[in-house]
Structure formats: structure tokens, C-alpha cells
């Protein structure tokens, strides 16, 4: 026996030896999607009666099949919507006892919210009211009622109907043409649903006509029945049809009655709209044929005593019938059922109003059968129900209406009275509006005749509300078919509301006028003006004003001001506004450097640093301090100063031969590097301090040396030791563990950036946006490219588009056997690598790849078609994936996207990579943004900007997305720096401008006419040195 066959064994060897659970009632699942709720009874043997409740409403009993320990009760036409209880008794067997188990469960079922269909008009005539039919449709039937109410409610009585089920609007009568806006309230359960009718109070609307028309039969007896009131609008013999002409709007049954030797249809239930002409086919069948055997009424008795009754009829061979009708022969359908062949018990609760059903009435069943109608069983019984009709409740010792501060409560005192003799059991509610909350204690009370009970209510507002808000209190009968309401309103007194008004931002002059506007809360006893929350002063008449002088060491900062309104009860509002303090630019010092600038300017520590060369050609840096513009200089050797980099706490400073770094102070210069020869390139920052001099790149936090072979153009951090290097052929990736990989390519870099999860190259007219992973493949998307070379193949670059959705696909057509499109890449030996490209079939019949050991003369891969995999699905892009180890001593292979394949060629292909590893990695092609003219600068803000002579602002969001928000009239001198969400620049002729991120110019003009270098810092205000020499603070920052 296997350790796993073993392992198995001696579970189930446990499992066997456990003691059985106990006998009980496990919780209840709900499954809302089958409408049932499922319990599982455990510890017992078999189950033999189940009897269950739904919300107080009487016992069923549930259909078992086989005795089954799984019990799913259906919630259809008993649950309502949101909370409901369930009271569950079940007869079952453990062992050899008999045991009953009990639980009531509590659960929640929102299904999908009930949709009704009001309509926007209801059309009544002058002096008499008007009903309409107001569907409630669902796909679900609930077992609770919809309460159904008008707002205003006077002259108006609440309605209730079945959901599904119609609902008839009763309209009071109008004295006077116009329009009347009604609110109608829905509520069912928990959920609750408002919507707004209007009434057209006009001419008289035509009345609706019903057609009754007689099938199969010539004479037969028929009476229709006004649903709203009971009254039968006729009753009487119909010779073939009778058109039943000048009925109000409502809803209507009609009843065919029973003919010798025919079986009669079911009542037709349906809604008159006014002016409709509706015809009813009544079809009867001749032969009555015999009443169907083996179903039995269970329930109800001779004798109906309760408003609500259950129906039960239970059938011995339900697999015969498809729908069961439960029918009072003179009122119409009472309820009916979907009949399953594996359920032989059917249940449902029926409510009926006494006024309109007490007295005798024949009780029957039907059933369709073979898609005929057939009679079951019928009994007479007598609905004799005590009710209060013509009882009602009133609330009593409410107030009309309370006013409440925000974030006060309050508990009101009053009274349910019982009038006109109105007994049993009441139910108790109160709703109000979203902004106040509600309480009304007792919920239940039993009412005697003439008795009264106390009732607390208790209101709480938030702080947040005000305004008038409508309490509503609702009382009804546990039948559900009396409604007593009445209201109260909640007045909360608004706080005073309070505007600003001040010159547009940015604020250009001073003094600032300042005024508050207040309107509501009362009277208003101050008005205080606060700035950054500081109080400055306080206005107790109208107009409320203020004049404020920021004053000069306000420039450039942004003030929130803010006004606060006390009204005489305490209650406050406010109003605050943010504005930025931009006087016009100016230039508020002058500092002379003492040196050429050509490095920086940078800020630390509140200082500003500027590098450059002193009168002898010496390095120089110099230290200005913003408080007084006193400057401190140190020299760093021979040669001029070329690179800054502020990193880890320290200066680093880089001139033509050297690198070296100092502290804030300017203390001293500690000498770090010199090469051994060679030009200066680059001073690169970003987790790392690096240095590149001619061919050599040399890492300051690993310390590591590497020798590229040819110059060095750009560096760039990748955070985490990863260095990127840019010289005149290639471009290489160091990783953190030392190893190197390069791709080819023919741009002129200039500078590298590492953001926003890519390569950015700035190069003589383009931003380039490059994958961060490299591919030493040339050309990898052009395949008619240099770096590509072919045989017998014409190759027809971007006539498609590519799977990025840009044209730049290439097309390969061959019209013999032997041909070839190749590149040679230099590998690594004995290493894995994938080799990937992207083709689609383009009506060709062949296509093969390979991978080729020049130095050996050896198939690495050998041809190998590929057709079949493209032709799977035609016209679809499909990354073809080679994967190979290289040989021992092999440092070159010859890739093959296409050798050899056929003489029926016809493809088109994109995205060539190689990768070290059994992974591509992801392909992204590299794509530009063209420049206005040579860049003068790239800064990574919170964005990349390029700014460029021919004055645009090129732009990289963090979405890798590239754009030009800014074009200017004239060259730009370097890239932008930021401040306050703004963006300063330069024009060559010594023009500073202040421009948003989306290019628009918030101020322009020039405080000196000479040319600014190197670069714009701002620290509180702007620091722009220039090209004789000295360094400007212009003030206020715009």
C-alpha cells in the first residue's frame, strides 16, 4: 500500500470511529438565486414531518421526498422583502426514538428591488375622483402585501396589492382645473419606493368599454365585477358577445358562469385605462368531463373566521397537471401554482377583505391538463370573518410640528386611540426622510374598543442636517388591510449661509477688499475674518467688509481667508477661499558670483549652490544664503566646475578632471576620483553616486569600475544599484549583480532618464519613450531595416497595423523555396535564451523559423514551420517563442524569423526580441515625440519636461503618454523648474514666464534684458543666474 493509499485509510478509519452529532436543526443558507432557504437537519436517520411558518402566518406543511435530512422551503409567496422569520418544527427518527426538533431563524432576502410602473399624468375630470391602475411588477412573488399611499393624503385612502400584483390609485375629487402634484409612497417590508404623479384635473375623460365575447358557447351567463369596491357592473345572461360601455378607469374581473354539458373558462382580471376598448374571449368547451380523481382540498374548513385563510390542496398524481387555479365561483382567482411532478402539496396564504367577501361561496379547483382546463374538487364554505371595517385609529397628543437644533434629540409623548370600536392587534411605524432619524415605541400593541395606548416617539438629527423634514406614523391591522396614518414636521433652523467675495486669483495689488455675504439663520450678531486661521477682524453691520494688506513678505505664498457668520442663537457658517499673493515680478537682489556658471543652480539645506570657473579657469562653487544674500566660495582644482549632485547628505562636485565632494557649508573639497585621462560626461544620482569620464563609468556607493570601450553620453539610475549607460552605438544595462546586457542602435543620446517604469532617451529632435528592458536585437520592428538581412524575400514595411494598434507591421512575401530574413546577435555560451516575434498569416500557405551556429555550421533550431499555428486563427497576431541553450564556445548565432519555409510566403511580422531565460519579456515598441527644435534641457518633475530652441515644452506624464502643452514665440534656455504647481522657464533674452502644467501662461515679463543660464531655483523665490556672472532673486515667486 502507497504512503498515500495508507494516509487515506486511516481517515477514513477516524471518520468511522467519531461519535455521530447530536440531533438538531444546523443554520439556515439562503439561496436566493433558486428563491428557497435550506436546512439541514442533523443526527438523525430519516425525517417524517415538517411543518414551518413564515412570519406569523399560519403553519404549512413541507412535501418530503424519501425522508430526506435536507430541507428546502420555498419562499415564494411567503417571504417579504428584507427581514423575515421562519419557525421551523421537525418529526424525525434517531436511534430508536422519535424526536421534535424547533428553531426559529431570523434572516434577510432583498432580492431584485420591485419595479413600478407609475404613470407621469393622471387624467380626472372636474368635481369627481379618479382611479388608476398602477402596476408593481417583480420576478419574484412575495408573500407580504405592498402598502400603497398618496401624499397629501386627505381625501385619499391607502391601498394595498400583491407583489407582482395592481394597485388602484384612488385620486380625491378637484373643484378646481388644473394640475395637482401628488407623491406616492411604496412600501414592502423594508423596501420603500417614491415617485411623483401628477393629476390633470379637466374635461371628462372617455369612458373605457369591455367587450364580452362568448367561444364555443352561444348563451351563457357571465358577471363583471369592479375590483376597487365589489360592486358588479353586470351580471346576466350573454348571447354570443354584450359590449359593457361608460366604465370608469380600474381594475375589473370577469367571471363566466357554469353552463350544462360545458366547462367554463377561467375569470379574466384586467385594468380599464379611460377611453380603452377592451374585448374579453370567454371560451368554453363542450363536455365537462368527469372531476378529476385523487385531489383533495385540505384546507380551508366550512367556515372562514379570519381575514387571512390558507389554501392546501394536495394532489395524488401531480406529474399530470402543469398550473392549479384556486377559484371562488363568484368572485374569481383567488391564488394559483406552478405544479411539479416531485411536489404533491400546494400551500398558499390568502388575504381577503371582509366587506368584500363575507358569505357564502363555492370554493374551486382547477387545473390545466394537457393544455386543457379540467375541474377538480369544489366545496362550499362561508367566509365569517369579525372585522372592523368600519373601525379606525387615530394618533393623538403629537404637535403638529418641533423644531430641533443640529445634533439634537428629543422623545415626543402621545397616544394610539382606538375609534369606532377598532380591536386586535396593531402593528406600529415611523419613516422619515434621509437627515432625520426615528423611533416609535411600542411597535405592536393590542387595541380595545374605545382604548387608548401611549406612544413614545424619538427624533434625532445629525449635525449635518437642516432644513423641514416630514415624519410620518403609520398604524395597521395584522391582516394588513387597514392603514391609519399621520405627520408631523421636524423644523430644523439652517445655519446662516455665508459666500466670499475677493479679487480674482492670483492677487495682484493691495490692499485686498474683503466681504462676506450672508443671507438666512436670522439675525446675525458678527462676522469675523480669519486668515490661515488666525482672527484679523470682526464686522457686526452689513455690508460685511474687510480690507486686508498682505504685506511684502506675503509675496508668493497663498493665503486661505475665511468668514465666519454668528447668528444671535449661536448657530455659524463660514465660507473660506484660497488666493495666491503675485505681485508683479521684480528683481529684489543681485548677487555677484564671482565666477562663469555652469553648474546648477541647486538648492540645499535653504542655501542656494552655483558651480562654474573663477577669472583663472579654476573650479569654483559658490554658497549664497537666501536671508541676507551673503555668499561663501571654494575652489575645486584646476579646471572648471561641470556637474553638481546633491546625494546622501553631501555635494558632490564634478569638474573637467575630478570628482570630489564637500558638505553644506562649503567646509573643504575631499577628493574622490581623478581618471586616468579622458573627457567628462555625466554625475548621475538616484540611490547611488556615479561618474562617467570618457569610456569609463565608475559607481561611488558599490564601488565598482567599468570600461564600455568607446564614450560615454548619458547615465541613468535605476534605482537599487541598476545603472543605465548610453554611448554613440549602444546602450547597457548594469543590474545590481554585475551582469551587463546592450542593445544596438543609431540615435545621438544625449540624456537618459529612468521614470515612470521606462528608458526616456532626449535625443537631437526627439523624446524617445524606451521598455526598461533591453533587446540586442537592431531593428526589431522594421524587417526592412539595416540590421536585417534577406534573401529571395521582399519585404514591405508598416503596411498593417501592429498588435499596438500603429501602422508599423512589416509585410513578407517570397516567391521561392530558398530564401531567408536574418540577424546576427552576439551570445553568451552555454546559456538559455528565447528568441520571440509577432506574425500574422496573410493568405500564405508556408512559414518556418530557425536558430544557426555560424561558427560551427551547426542547426541550433532547426527549421521549423510555424504556418499551422497562425493558420488556427487566421488573421490573428501570434507571438511565435523559440527557446535554445547556446553550445559550448559559441558567442554568435544567425536568428531566423523565416528560412527556407516554402514557395507560398505571404506574412506579416513585428516585434522581434531575444531574452536570456525561457521567458520573452513583454515587447513594447520604442516611439517619440517630435521636438520643436534642439533640446536645452530635460528635468524630471512630477513629470518629464523637455524644453527645446524652438521654444516648446515637451511633456511625459506618468502614464507614458507624450504631448506639447506649451509652444512659445521664442528659444527656450533650459528646462523648467516647479514651485506650487507651476512651471517657471526662460527665454533666451532674459523673458521668465510662469506657466501651469497644461501650458497655460500665468505670467510673463522680462525684470532684465540679459540672457539666464544653467536653470531657474525656486526657494521662495526665484534664483536665476545669468550668463555675466551673477545670480538674480526675483520676487514674488508668480
Avoid at 425525517?47 to 419562499?75: D, I, K, M, Q, W
Avoid at 373558462?265 to 368531463?289: F, I, R
Avoid at 358569505?359 to 391538463?369: A, D, E, M, S
Wanted: hydrophobic share 40%.
Amino acid at each position: 500500500m502507497s504512503r498515500t493509499h495508507l494516509y487515506i485509510f486511516v481517515l477514513l478509519f477516524f471518520a468511522g470511529c467519531a461519535n455521530p452529532p447530536a440531533p438538531g436543526l444546523a443554520d439556515l443558507q439562503l439561496d436566493a438565486a433558486r428563491g428557497e432557504v435550506v436546512v439541514q437537519v442533523q443526527g438523525v436517520q430519516s425525517v417524517s414531518e415538517v411543518r414551518f411558518a413564515f412570519n406569523g402566518n399560519p403553519a404549512e406543511v413541507l412535501s418530503l421526498s424519501g425522508g430526506s435530512t435536507r430541507l428546502a422551503l420555498p419562499l415564494g409567496g411567503k417571504a417579504c422583502y428584507g427581514g423575515n422569520r421562519l419557525e421551523l418544527e421537525v418529526k424525525s427518527r434517531s436511534g430508536n426514538s422519535d424526536v421534535t426538533l424547533r428553531r426559529s431563524y431570523a434572516f434577510d432576502f432583498k432580492p431584485a428591488d420591485p419595479a413600478v410602473k407609475l404613470p407621469a399624468k393622471v387624467q380626472a375630470t372636474l368635481g369627481k375622483p379618479a382611479v388608476r391602475p398602477v402596476p408593481i411588477e417583480s420576478a419574484f412573488s412575495y408573500g407580504c402585501k405592498a402598502q400603497w399611499r398618496l401624499e397629501p393624503a386627505a381625501g385619499s385612502s391607502p391601498v394595498s396589492s400583491a407583489v407582482p400584483g395592481t394597485a388602484d390609485l384612488a385620486f380625491p375629487a378637484k373643484n378646481a382645473l388644473g394640475d395637482y402634484p401628488y407623491l406616492v409612497v411604496v412600501t414592502l417590508g423594508d423596501w420603500r419606493w417614491e415617485g411623483v404623479v401628477t393629476l390633470q384635473v379637466g374635461a371628462a375623460p372617455p369612458p373605457a368599454t369591455l367587450n364580452v365575447a362568448l367561444e364555443g358557447i352561444q348563451s351563457a351567463p357571465v358577471t363583471v365585477v369592479r375590483k376597487a369596491d365589489g360592486v358588479k357592473v353586470f351580471e346576466g345572461t350573454v348571447q354570443g358577445s354584450k359590449a359593457l360601455g361608460g366604465l370608469e378607469a380600474g381594475t375589473y374581473t370577469v367571471i363566466g358562469g357554469k353552463v350544462e354539458g360545458f366547462t367554463e373558462p377561467l375569470p379574466w382580471e384586467g385594468s380599464l385605462n379611460p377611453g380603452d376598448n377592451v374585448t374579453v374571449p370567454l371560451k368554453y368547451t363542450a363536455g365537462t368531463g368527469p372531476v378529476e380523481p385523487g385531489i383533495a382540498i385540505l384546507a380551508p374548513g366550512d367556515t372562514i373566521t379570519e381575514p387571512r385563510f390558507e389554501v392546501r390542496v394536495k394532489l395524488d398524481n401531480p406529474g399530470l397537471y402543469s398550473v392549479m387555479h384556486a377559484i371562488f365561483e363568484d368572485k374569481g382567482i383567488l391564488t394559483s401554482w406552478s405544479v411539479s411532478p416531485n411536489q404533491s402539496t400546494y400551500s398558499a396564504q390568502v388575504t381577503l377583505n371582509p366587506d368584500l367577501y363575507n358569505g357564502p361561496h363555492i370554493l374551486r379547483i382547477r387545473l390545466l391538463k394537457g393544455g386543457k382546463l379540467v375541474d377538480g374538487p369544489a366545496k362550499q364554505v362561508v367566509m365569517n370573518a369579525p372585522w372592523n371595517g368600519a373601525g379606525e385609529l387615530e394618533f393623538l397628543g403629537f404637535p403638529a410640528s418641533v423644531t430641533l437644533e443640529p445634533g439634537q434629540s428629543t422623545t415626543l409623548s402621545g397616544t394610539l386611540r382606538s375609534v369606532n370600536g377598532y380591536q386586535g392587534p396593531t402593528f406600529l411605524r415611523a419613516s422619515a426622510p434621509a437627515g432625520v432619524s426615528v423611533g416609535l415605541n411600542p411597535a405592536q400593541v393590542n387595541m380595545v374598543a374605545a382604548g387608548e395606548v401611549p406612544l413614545q416617539l424619538t427624533v434625532s438629527v445629525p449635525s449635518s442636517s437642516t432644513g423641514l423634514f416630514v415624519v410620518h406614523l403609520e398604524a395597521k391591522d395584522q391582516w394588513d388591510l387597514q392603514h391609519f396614518y399621520t405627520s408631523l414636521n421636524v423644523n430644523v433652523p439652517g445655519k446662516p449661509s455665508v459666500s466670499l467675495s475677493l479679487p480674482a486669483d492670483p492677487l495682484t495689488s493691495r490692499p485686498v477688499p474683503v466681504q462676506a455675504q450672508v443671507t438666512g439663520g436670522g439675525q446675525i450678531a458678527k462676522v469675523e475674518f480669519f486668515v490661515d486661521g488666525s482672527l484679523k477682524a470682526t464686522d457686526t453691520a452689513s455690508p460685511y467688509e474687510w480690507s486686508w494688506d498682505p504685506g511684502l513678505t506675503s509675496n508668493g505664498k497663498t493665503f486661505t481667508l475665511k468668514a465666519v457668520a454668528t447668528t444671535a442663537a449661536g448657530l455659524s457658517g463660514e465660507a473660506q477661499a484660497t488666493r495666491r499673493v503675485e505681485l508683479p515680478l521684480g528683481v529684489r537682489g543681485t548677487v555677484d558670483l564671482g565666477l562663469t556658471p555652469a553648474a546648477g543652480p541647486v538648492t540645499w539645506n535653504g542655501n542656494v549652490y552655483v558651480g562654474g570657473s573663477d577669472g583663472g579657469g579654476n573650479g569654483r562653487v559658490v554658497r549664497v544664503k537666501p536671508q541676507d544674500l551673503s555668499k561663501v566660495g571654494l575652489s575645486f582644482g584646476s579646471e572648471p566646475v561641470r556637474a553638481l549632485l546633491l546625494e546622501g547628505g553631501r555635494l558632490y562636485v564634478a569638474t573637467g578632471s575630478s570628482l570630489y565632494w564637500t558638505d553644506a557649508g562649503l567646509g573643504s573639497a575631499r577628493h574622490l576620483w581623478t581618471p586616468e585621462g579622458g573627457e567628462f560626461c555625466c554625475l548621475e544620482g538616484g540611490g547611488g553616486v556615479y561618474a562617467a569620464y570618457s569610456s569609463v563609468v565608475r559607481s561611488f556607493a558599490e564601488d565598482w569600475a567599468l570600461d564600455v570601450g568607446e564614450p560615454v553620453r548619458a547615465l541613468a539610475s535605476a534605482g537599487g544599484g541598476a545603472l543605465y549607460v548610453a554611448t554613440d552605438t549602444r546602450i547597457l544595462h548594469r543590474a545590481a549583480d554585475g551582469s551587463l546586457e546592450a542593445e544596438p542602435h543609431g540615435w545621438q543620446v544625449g540624456r537618459l532618464e529612468v521614470a515612470f517604469s521606462r528608458l526616456w532617451l532626449l535625443t537631437p529632435g526627439r523624446l524617445l519613450r524606451h521598455p526598461l528592458t533591453l533587446n540586442p536585437l537592431r531593428d526589431p520592428d522594421a524587417f526592412e531595416g539595416a540590421g536585417w538581412e534577406q534573401e529571395g524575400t521582399d519585404v514591405r514595411a508598416n503596411v498593417a497595423n501592429a498588435p499596438d494598434n500603429r501602422k508599423t507591421a512589416d509585410q513578407v512575401l517570397v516567391n521561392g523555396a530558398s530564401h531567408f530574413l536574418r540577424q546576427r546577435v552576439p551570445v553568451q555560451p552555454e546559456t538559455a535564451y528565447t528568441f520571440s516575434f509577432y506574425a500574422r498569416n496573410n493568405g500564405g500557405s508556408a512559414a518556418a523559423y530557425s536558430v544557426y551556429d555560424p561558427a560551427h555550421d551547426a542547426e541550433i533550431v532547426p527549421v521549423t514551420s510555424y504556418i499551422e499555428t497562425l493558420k488556427e486563427e487566421e488573421g490573428t497576431w501570434k507571438r511565435i517563442v523559440v527557446n535554445f541553450t547556446t553550445p559550448a564556445e559559441v558567442t554568435e548565432v544567425i536568428l531566423y524569423p523565416l528560412k527556407d519555409s516554402g514557395e507560398e510566403v505571404n506574412l506579416l511580422l513585428w516585434g522581434a526580441r531575444l531574452d536570456r531565460g525561457a521567458t520573452p519579456a513583454a515587447y513594447e515598441a520604442v516611439v517619440g515625440q517630435n521636438l520643436c527644435a534642439e533640446p536645452t534641457g530635460m528635468a524630471l518633475l512630477n513629470d518629464l519636461w523637455v524644453s527645446d530652441a524652438g521654444g516648446c515644452l515637451t511633456r511625459a506624464n506618468n502614464q507614458g503618454a507624450m504631448s506639447q502643452p506649451f509652444k512659445g514665440s521664442k528659444p527656450l534656455a533650459f528646462a523648467p523648474a516647479a514651485s506650487g504647481g507651476r512651471l517657471y522657464l526662460a527665454y533666451n533674452d532674459g523673458t521668465l514666464l510662469a506657466v501651469t502644467p497644461g501650458g497655460s501662461v500665468v505670467k510673463q515679463e522680462t525684470p532684465v534684458a540679459e540672457a539666464p543660464v544653467l536653470g531657474i531655483a525656486a526657494l521662495e523665490r526665484l534664483w536665476v543666474p545669468y550668463a555675466g556672472g551673477k545670480i538674480r532673486v526675483v520676487d514674488p515667486v508668480p
